[in-house]
């Protein structure tokens, strides 16, 4: 009998199905280390990384504003604007993006608009593309003038919605604060989950409603952090509902407080009608650069290393974290760190439900430990009883009227509803003249605008700027010596340190003595 034909199988000749691609934004170089590091990490523990990271594909790189500002002066001996000016010189090819607080900029306090405007025509002169423009209280009068100066400027405009859970906060209530910022003139939205608050479902659930109630064709960016746990959850299904672009963190400098690593999104998207291009090898690369230089800000890592749910309750976010456990710890309280946390309910539902961002987030986080420490309002700071006042905006939520009229007789002050710039006069060519006499002052508008955002931190440094940089960041070994004389009760360690020398090719012990 005959052999069968052997009949081919039919060849599946459609073409692949096409995958969306997912743009992604590096934290690694700002919100990375605010959150896991307070703001510590020096401009000379990062240039090793830029050129891997301008190669990696990512949609955008954010490298500036936020708390690195306040940092910079004030920690490390370095000249802000050089370190945007570097940014920009190592990373030609990417989207440079900044953290920009609307009126606020990058101080603690609101600013006339002609000082708005200058902060934006210098930044975008030295370097800056896109501008994540926000307001802690989610009020858009105070996002207004800062949108129209970064449009001015021609550069990206991106209005944010700064999410948080009350009972008065809904999805329907976000989507009309996103129409108010397209109506501004924004060119994306950005959903910016500072405290890793968003949960898998409401993600889906509020881009898919942005994007049906304002437009499918409306980018949106979604930013979380880990602290929770649920996060990197989150950012599928708001791939799956529409989101354009992600936030994430390289995993070397990810977690605990901080965002969710960019090579797990990477990995989460395989085999899925999801891609993000990124180029592996160099995501590797950037990977074993922050492993190498993590080890040297250990005193400044946040104590929170795991998933804490607990953050559901006291909202408060993962770059505020650090800062509040060194702000107890200063005050011989270090062990009280969850009694403040409890209390930061209290106090946000006390002033009207504000998201807890900066500044909002160490105004009721300030208050709070006040709190702990003395007493439920024994002292209102002074921020705090402008926030009841309504001199940072207004909230979605009443304000507690006995602590308002507290603040009242605290500030003699009248409470406000206008928006707050409003009643600022312009203030540049008096902070010209303020500026000029400062020892070490160049006379450059950056300088005045150091100045005038931290008027008491900036003379200090300008004064010692020529001095160069300081990188704060230390030698594991020495740190553990400290660690250990201390749990010995010896205090810090006064012991020579040792190190092994080459020089030549012959090896060299050399002991130096602390003084």
């Known amino acids: 009998m ?6 081919p199988a039919p060849q599946d000749t459609s073409p692949a199905p096409v995958r969306r691609e997912v743009g992604v934004t590096e934290l690694a170089l700002r919100d990375a280390h605010q959150s896991l590091m307070a703001t510590r990490m020096a401009l000379e523990d990062m240039v090793g990384a830029c050129e891997d990271i301008d190669a990696a594909g990512y949609w955008s790189v954010e490298c500036w504003g936020g708390a690195t500002y306040d940092a910079c002066i004030r920690f490390l001996n370095e000249d802000p604007w050089v ?19 609307g009126q606020n900029l990058l101080g603690y306090r609101h600013y006339s608009d002609d000082v708005v405007n200058r902060f934006v025509e210098k930044s975008a002169a030295n370097g800056m593309d896109v ?3 926000f307001d802690a209280l989610n009020d858009t009068r105070n996002v207004r003038e800062a949108i129209a100066a970064v449009r001015r400027v021609g550069k990206h405009a991106q209005g944010t919605l700064c999410y948080t859970e009350s009972p008065l906060h809904t999805i329907e209530g976000y989507v009309a604060q996103a129409h108010e910022l397209m109506e501004l003139g924004c060119d994306s939205l950005c959903i910016k989950d500072m405290a890793a608050l968003l949960r898998p479902q409401p993600a889906f659930d509020l881009v898919r409603a942005i994007k049906e109630g304002v437009g499918e064709d409306v980018r949106v960016h979604v930013h979380c952090h880990a602290t929770t746990g649920v996060t990197l959850v989150s950012l599928m299904k708001a791939i799956e509902a529409g989101a354009d672009v992600v936030d994430t963190a390289i995993s070397s400098v990810s977690m605990g407080p901080g965002h969710n690593p960019t090579e797990s999104l990477v990995e989460m998207l395989a085999g899925t009608g999801f891609t993000t291009h990124l180029d592996d090898e160099r995501l590797r690369r950037v990977k074993d650069h922050f492993a190498r230089v993590r080890p040297r800000y250990t005193e400044f890592m946040s104590a929170i290393t795991g998933v804490e749910t607990e953050i559901f309750s006291s909202q408060i976010p993962g770059g505020m974290i650090s800062n509040m456990e060194s702000q107890l710890r200063q005050q011989g309280a270090g062990d009280r760190l969850r009694e403040v946390l409890a209390e930061v309910p209290r106090v946000r539902e006390a002033a009207g439900f504000p998201p807890l961002v900066t500044p909002s987030s160490q105004i009721v986080g300030t208050q709070a430990v006040f709190n702990v420490l003395m007493g439920p309002y024994k002292v209102l700071t002074a921020e705090f009883a ?22 009242r007789a605290q500030t003699k002050k009248e409470p406000i509803d206008v928006r707050p710039a409003d009643l600022l006069a312009p203030e540049w060519d008096g902070l010209v003249a303020a500026t000029a006499d400062l020892d070490g002052a160049d006379g450059s508008d950056e300088d005045v605008l150091t100045h005038a955002m931290f008027p008491g931190v900036a003379p200090g440094f300008l004064a010692q700027r020529h001095e160069g940089p300081r990188n704060v960041g230390r030698d594991p070994g020495e740190l553990a010596a400290e660690r250990l004389a201390r749990e010995a009760g010896d205090g810090p360690s006064t012991a020579p340190v040792h190190y092994s020398v080459t020089l030549d090719g012959k090896a060299h012990q050399v002991a130096v003595q602390r003084v």
């Open 2 to 7: 005959a052999d069968a034909a052997v009949i």
């Open 131 to 133: 501008y994540r423009v």
């Open 83 to 101: 370190r945007l000016r570097t940014f920009r010189e190592l990373m030609p090819n990417s989207r440079l993006q900044m953290l920009l607080r």
């Open 386 to 407: 402008d926030l009841m006042l309504g001199y940072y905006g207004q909230t979605l939520g009443e304000r507690n009227p006995k602590i308002v009229a507290m603040a």
